[in-house]
């Protein structure tokens, strides 16, 4: 069995894992993060997206063994401990969920989305996320959350280091 060595919202794992376990199921499974959702299995949800090095990848496509030696942000390494990150806090704020299934996934590409465009327009925001679906709120509300948050990150430049 190949092992994997992987950074997951701060902390160090080393594990043995199937060549064939998706990142999705290594991070709730064996990790219990399952602040990650699985939607469909197939990429079309956006659900399970996570932060890959800095960069937004749906784990339900990747396989467990391609994280290795890599750095993984899930929904639930964001924020300081003490507060909500800012999109955290703008997603509540602006009523941006429903059922909120999708919402980590909305949130984390978001997040890579902020860090490649610090100031996205409604349509920027609309094509970001255009991989991530919503079934329950019509998107304007979440299009309006991730322009505050982008807002609220460039005012604070903790925030946006945190985005790298």
């Known amino acids: 069995m190949p092992r994997v060595s992987v950074e997951v919202d ?3 794992y080393d594990d043995d894992v199937e060549p064939r ?17 699985i939607g469909c299995d ?8 996570v932060l890959l090095d800095g960069m937004s990848v749906k784990s ?15 929904i ?15 997603f509540h704020e602006e009523h941006a969920l429903q059922c909120g299934y999708c919402t980590p996934g909305m949130i984390m ?6 860090r490649e465009n610090p100031d996205p327009s409604d349509q920027e925001v609309r094509e970001g996320l255009e991989g991530n679906l ?5 998107y304007q509300n979440i299009v309006r959350a991730v322009r505050n948050a982008a807002g609220a990150m460039r005012q604070s430049p903790a925030q946006e280091e945190a985005t790298r």
């Open 134 to 138: 919503c079934r329950c709120t019509g």
């Open 76 to 90: 639930e390494g964001l924020g300081d401990g003490h507060g909500l990150h800012p999109l955290q806090q703008a």
């Open 60 to 74: 339900c496509s990747v396989l467990a063994v391609q994280a290795d030696g890599k750095d993984v942000t899930t």
């Open 10 to 12: 701060g902390v160090k």
């Open 21 to 37: 376990l998706l990142l999705a199921h290594y991070l709730r499974d064996r990790l219990g993060k399952v602040g990650t959702p």
């Open 42 to 49: 197939t990429s079309n949800c956006g659900a399970c997206t």
């Open 109 to 114: 590409a978001a997040l890579d989305l902020i």
